[in-house]
């Protein structure tokens, strides 16, 4: 449980430290794990061209701009964003995209206090980038608006977690938690909420049924899960127990936030693996990260090795709840003995 605990403070950092984190020098650390990442992503373009396979889900994005929506779950919204992106050189936009989200996991687990080296050096990392998935700009965007809230800078908080809205399974809860976790009013929560619905509602009005060709597409050719990690799977919606205890237990707001955040992956009906990255950017300690590099056991098992990586969120939720679960007992029985007295 140790391993939690020096990095909770982390949480509730003000705006002058959060900026402190940002500017600080690269350690030797960081700087072994950013070369390292972006040297893997020079490697993963020489592994697609010497198998002549191109990456799985950047593909997905940029095909997009030929109106090829076919295994495109998320919002239609970030559509013009790959249309422009699509007009890059097919391999000079992968290197990009990847380089892209490396620096937006990078500069994020410094504003929310994770740790940097160990985020980059991970199975998910890397996985992520031989497909050239979006995740690490995902947590970009919530990592902005946690910035921004800090700032008092309203419309930017509300951009970055629009933007992480993207993938739904991403930005909404992740969003909402740091939402409704943040030291600010409910008056100043509002306003962060103007932006999105704004651009929200401009998007239904430029493809006012994207919602509903959206749900029509999971329903025909449904996402692969084969690496989903959630919980769902096994016990179905018994699952959102793991919800409710952190609200039910005395929890201090950064452990209730942390034990929230760590039960999204079980929760949710679908999460992928590689999405895990959204946890490491956030102050969990080292065991949960390293816990992730169990996933190159998939050269081994295959999606199998994948699907068992709830053993990561769930390293986070049993830190934050056996100890909270512990003192409730012992303050119950201590009670208990007083009275009888």
């Avoid at 608006?145 to 509300?158: D, F, M, P, S, V």
């Avoid at 619905?197 to 401009?202: M, T």
């Avoid at 490491?280 to 590099?293: D, E, T």
Wanted: aromatic share 16%.
């Amino acid at each position: 449980m140790a391993f939690l605990h020096a990095n909770l403070a982390k949480f509730d950092t003000t705006a002058a430290e959060m900026d402190a984190r940002l500017r600080a020098r690269l350690s030797l650390g960081e700087l072994f794990a950013l070369t390292l990442a972006l040297c893997s992503v020079g490697i993963f373009l020489w592994v697609h061209g010497q198998l002549h396979i191109q990456p799985f889900d950047y593909n997905v994005y940029v095909k997009t701009a030929e109106g090829d929506l076919l295994q495109f779950y998320y919002a239609d919204w970030v559509l013009p964003v790959l249309w422009l992106w699509a007009r890059i050189p097919y391999w000079w936009g992968y290197v990009l995209w990847d380089i892209l989200n490396i620096l937006c996991l990078f500069l994020a687990a410094r504003i929310f206090g994770g740790n940097t080296t160990l985020a980059l050096l991970t199975f998910q990392m890397f996985y992520a980038l031989f497909l050239g998935q979006i995740i690490g700009i995902l947590v970009g965007g919530l990592a902005l608006g946690w910035w921004a809230i800090a700032h008092r800078r309203w419309r930017l908080a509300g951009l970055g977690f629009f933007l992480a809205s993207t993938k739904f399974q991403i930005g909404i809860p992740f969003g909402l938690l740091l939402w409704l976790s943040a030291k600010v009013t409910w008056s100043e929560r509002l306003r962060i909420l103007v932006l999105p619905a704004i651009l929200a509602g401009l998007s239904l009005i430029w493809r006012p049924n994207w919602p509903l060709d959206l749900l029509t597409r999971i329903q025909h050719v449904p996402p692969y899960d084969w690496g989903s990690i959630s919980l769902w799977r096994w016990i179905g919606p018994a699952a959102l127990v793991l919800w409710l205890l952190p609200l039910l237990l005395p929890l201090p707001r950064e452990r209730r936030f942390l034990a929230l955040a760590a039960a999204c992956p079980l929760v949710i009906p679908y999460f992928q693996s590689a999405d895990l990255l959204t946890l490491y950017a956030l102050p969990v300690g080292w065991l949960p990260v390293l816990l992730g590099n169990l996933g190159f056991l998939f050269f081994e098992y295959g999606f199998q090795a994948l699907r068992w990586l709830w053993i990561v969120p769930m390293s986070v939720y049993l830190a934050i709840l056996l100890p909270a679960v512990y003192r409730a007992i012992r303050d119950k029985i201590f009670a208990r003995r007083g009275n009888d007295r």
